[in-house]
């Protein structure tokens, strides 16, 4: 049974993965499609958000993974998420990014952080516990999605759907003057 769990939240991962790619593609071009903003990026980020946790929790409560210094800070930043996006979602709150990215961003360095140590065991010499060492990869699907990697997919895609989900472009501080055309795609003096 662990095993299929294993391989269905890897394909999860990879799903998430087209996600976020796509929802980023959309960012970079402004060009975020209207039922994306308004209706499905932010259930999509809950719905990433709870996977991931009962995820983790599946693999430490019921496979008997013992998490390791670094999984549990990474769920410290992804458990608030599934609470956060999941009343921001039932509100409609666009303005959720202010808290998913700090939250996801931080889950996602440590998660990093964590891949490189699983890769070069030496550089987590002095961060692991020798009973739960941040070196060992419980799982390891299709290659390269280890729990921590399925974690930095996750948490990146909270991050790209939480930034879809905003009405307005980040605010830069300086209001829009009229006069201004930088930027624009039309120009005020053109007759045609």
């Known amino acids: 049974m662990i ?3 294993e391989r269905v939240f890897a394909l999860l991962a990879l799903v998430a993965i087209v996600i976020a ?3 980023a593609l959309a960012l970079a071009r402004r060009r975020v499609p209207d039922w994306l903003r308004d209706d499905v990026a932010l259930p999509l980020a809950t719905a990433i958000a709870a996977v991931a946790t009962g995820g983790s929790l599946l693999a430490s409560e019921v496979a008997g993974y013992v ?3 670094l999984c549990w800070y990474q769920r410290i930043a ?3 998420l599934v609470i ?3 009343v921001a979602s039932a509100r409609r709150d666009s303005e959720v ?3 998913a990215l700090p939250l996801s961003g931080i889950g996602a360095g440590i ?3 964590h891949i490189a140590i699983e890769r070069w065991p030496s550089l987590g010499s002095e961060v692991c ?3 739960a060492p941040c070196a060992l990869r419980w799982v390891e699907e299709f290659g390269f999605l280890t729990l921590p990697t399925m974690a930095l997919i996750g948490f990146v895609a909270i991050a790209v759907l939480s930034l879809a989900a905003r009405r307005s472009p980040i605010h830069t501080g300086r209001e829009p003057n009229p006069t201004d055309t930088a930027g624009s795609l039309t120009d005020p003096t053109s007759t045609v």
């Open 3 to 5: 095993a299929v769990a």
């Open 111 to 113: 998660a990093a952080w």
């Open 67 to 69: 998490p390791c210094v």
């Open 84 to 86: 956060v996006l999941g």
């Open 97 to 99: 990014w202010r808290t």
């Open 78 to 80: 992804m458990y608030p």
């Open 129 to 131: 516990d020798p009973v």
């Open 21 to 23: 790619v796509a929802t």
